[in-house]
């Protein structure tokens, strides 16, 4: 599981946290003037979205055939800002000047830390 050091460590990366699936902020770091209260309500954002596309994922999938499921992750850019969440794991960063191709890495290596050798 990729730690909040390693992801704020990352070039052009402001925050990372941890939320769990009803909203709740279990952990998080910055590298920007973020409070405990903004990183609260950041956690109910990302868990909205995500759960907003869990439901369409599986709608999605039943109605083409094509597999949608289960969601690994998402992304979105506006302004200056995007957003990459990646399981239970929402990290702010620059949109210019950040490190997407490591950012991906290291999410995606925690995916494959925490699953089972076969």
């Avoid at 909205?48 to 369409?56: G, S």
């Avoid at 000047?97 to 925490?114: C, I, N, P, W, Y």
Wanted: charged share 20%.
């Amino acid at each position: 599981m990729a730690s909040l050091e390693q992801l704020t460590s990352i070039e052009g990366v402001a925050a990372a946290g941890r939320f769990t699936a009803d909203g709740k902020c279990v952990d998080y770091k910055a590298n920007m003037d973020m409070s405990k209260e903004m990183a609260d309500k950041t956690a109910q954002y990302i868990a909205t979205v995500t759960m907003m596309f869990n439901t369409l994922a599986d709608a999605f999938t039943k109605e083409s055939g094509m597999k949608w499921t289960p969601q690994e992750g998402w992304t979105y850019s506006g302004g200056d800002w995007t957003v990459v969440v990646w399981g239970d794991v929402g990290v702010f960063c620059r949109s210019e000047g950040t490190d997407m191709h490591r950012l991906f890495q290291v999410l995606e290596g925690s995916k494959t830390e925490a699953q089972p050798s076969m």
